[in-house]
């Protein structure tokens, strides 16, 4: 009897669960293949992840054709041990214990359905002895690794759970390090420095230097490449200094380095640690440079003005005690504006404090204004009409400022809720404008405005699908804007938003800086590779390339004074390059 029953067949009910299955492969890899950053996109991700296990569940309740013992233990060996994974990672530390949902439960609903798949000749007993033993092995697979953020398609890193955090590594290693080191006074040169997020104008161009694009010949020589902590703006470079933040352990700080050697020159730490699941620890912004002062923005709204020459506090504020502001779900990002007396950043407070400016010499809050309820980018600076203004672009639209008073001139309402708008807006001209979005509303438009009398009007001139920004800024050269569409660096035609070539996939989710003299492009992709890129609309071709940095990068790159300074979230390093 007991021999008929181990041979017995199962005739589980399969079908249901092969097609769950397919549904959350769709929903996490099959999706971003048809419409990337789309809100089609998001919402396949999200429900794949909320309901396919739900569905799982359901199918082996009720449609498996399991006994009722069966219907008991194998739900909980599905879900319970994700529990205490779940709970491993609270204990440890980790803000946001996804790892059990973005990875065990899809990774077990395989094992579950593919090893009942595979095991149909078996016996019952063999069968269900198997089952158990994959998904205990699954789960112990799982509770041995972690998520250490994520691509930019949500795709997650996975580490050893006992791997030290980045974080950690570098804070110990700086601490290692040789004492501080001082130099010579800091010496401004406003002429060459790169002293703002994307340089002078906020528009990662740089003019009056031609560089020689044979690397083959004139390879970049290394200067420095060093450990540094995680943070994802860039540096900024006055005089012969760097200015970045980074995430030392449990401080967010700002680091001036000795630009020729990357030796530390001063440091400035706060107690604040940002943390989320895509990017992990760290700071988002990147540090300005005005007047003999470093004013920066920390990623749970910690606003510094710091002595340049020594990293000394000058003062402090928390933005969001003073604006009603949260912390958006990516930190702040927004890169300090200084401007007539005013340091202006994203708060996305409510009731008309979604941008706000504070006293450059005391941190008191000016005014806000506007209506960014949730936003990643950076006050731009612009003239239209011969009037000077600020600009800012978030969930709302674009909105304009004037810098003193906080009085909005004029607005573009397009209108994305609770989605993450990063990039700036490109100023073309006087009153012409390119502004994106990458997520859900996909594309680009193209504004004009003017002003008659009092009177201000915002107009679209023209809007495409085929180019939308991400995260990643473009520049413009002549006639066309070059950057990136999702992950495909493009060119597209300013006078009519049409694509003149697409380079493809390859750069991921890379950043582009114009050597305007040289018409070249600098494009480091997301894997850390530079590369140089001629700026014409004909076609796209690539003159050099080389292997600067390892890992993800999302960071800006800059080049100031024959050098090319790059970042991410471990790693920094300069280059010399041979110049004309």
């Not at 359901?58 to 013992?69: K, L, M, S």
Request: include cysteine.
């Amino acid at each position: 009897m007991l021999a008929n029953q181990s041979s017995e067949k199962w005739p589980v009910r399969l079908w249901p669960g092969l097609l769950i299955l397919a549904f959350v492969a769709f929903g996490l890899f099959g999706a971003i293949r048809i419409a990337p950053q789309s809100g089609f996109h998001m919402f396949a991700f999200v429900v794949a992840l909320a309901v396919g296990p739900i569905l799982a569940l359901a199918w082996w309740v009720t449609f498996a054709r399991a006994t009722r013992p069966e219907r008991v233990w194998v739900p909980l060996l599905f879900v319970l041990p994700g529990v205490a994974v779940a709970a491993l990672d609270v204990a440890g530390g980790v803000t946001f214990p996804m790892l059990p949902i973005l990875v065990g439960l899809p990774f077990l609903l395989a094992l579950w359905v593919g090893w009942l798949t595979i095991s149909v000749p078996l016996p019952k007993s063999v069968r269900l002895i198997g089952l158990a033993v994959f998904m205990t092995a699954g789960w112990v697979a799982v509770g041995l690794v972690r998520m250490d953020g994520t691509d930019g398609d949500m795709l997650p890193r996975l580490v050893s759970r006992f791997a030290p955090r980045a974080e950690d590594v570098a804070k110990r290693e700086r601490d290692e390090r040789t004492p501080f080191t001082r130099f010579a006074p800091l010496v401004p040169d406003p002429a060459v420095d790169w002293a703002e997020f994307r340089g002078p104008n906020r528009d990662s161009i740089l003019t009056g230097v031609s560089i020689d694009p044979d690397w083959e010949k004139y390879p970049p020589k290394l200067l420095w490449k060093q450990k540094i902590g995680p943070g994802w703006g860039t540096f900024i470079a006055v005089g012969d200094r760097l200015f970045t933040q980074e995430q030392l352990g449990d401080h967010e700080a700002v680091v001036c380095y000795d630009a020729a050697t990357g030796g530390e020159i001063w440091r400035h730490e706060e107690s604040v640690k940002f943390t989320e699941p895509i990017s992990q620890a760290g700071p988002r912004a990147t540090p300005t440079f005005a007047d003999g002062k470093v004013y920066v923005q920390g990623a749970t709204g910690l606003l510094l003005c710091l002595n340049a020459e020594d990293g000394k506090d000058v003062w402090k504020t928390d933005i969001t005690a003073g604006t009603g502001g949260i912390v958006p779900q990516w930190g702040y990002s927004s890169s300090p504006l200084v401007i007539d007396g005013k340091v202006i950043v994203y708060t996305g407070g409510p009731d008309g404090q979604g941008t706000s400016a504070f006293d450059a010499a005391t941190g008191t809050l000016g005014w806000s204004a506007g209506n960014a309820a949730h936003g990643y980018s950076s006050a731009q600076r612009v003239t239209v009409a011969g009037i000077e203004q600020v600009l800012m672009l978030s969930d709302f639209g674009l909105e304009s400022f004037d810098p003193i008073t906080g009085k909005v001139l004029w607005t573009f309402p397009w209108t994305v809720k609770g989605i993450n708008r990063v990039t700036q807006p490109t100023v073309l001209g006087d009153g012409e404008f390119l502004i994106g979005t990458g997520v859900q509303v996909l594309g680009t438009k193209r504004l004009t405005v003017t002003k008659a009398g009092d009177t201000w009007t915002a107009e679209e001139k023209w809007f495409t699908r085929r180019v939308h920004p991400y995260f990643n800024d473009g520049v413009v050269f002549g006639e066309h804007f070059y950057g990136f569409s999702s992950k495909s660096l493009v060119c597209m035609s300013l006078m009519d938003g049409s694509v003149k070539w697409d380079a493809g996939t390859k750069y991921g989710y890379g950043q582009v800086l114009l050597l305007k003299d040289s018409g070249l492009l600098v494009v480091q992709a997301v894997d850390g590779t530079v590369y140089l890129v001629p700026a014409t609309p004909d076609d796209h071709t690539e003159e050099a390339k080389w292997d600067a940095l390892d890992g993800k990068t999302w960071n800006h790159l800059v080049v100031n004074r024959g050098r090319l300074y790059v970042r991410n979230g471990e790693w920094a390093a300069a280059f010399e390059l041979k110049m004309k």
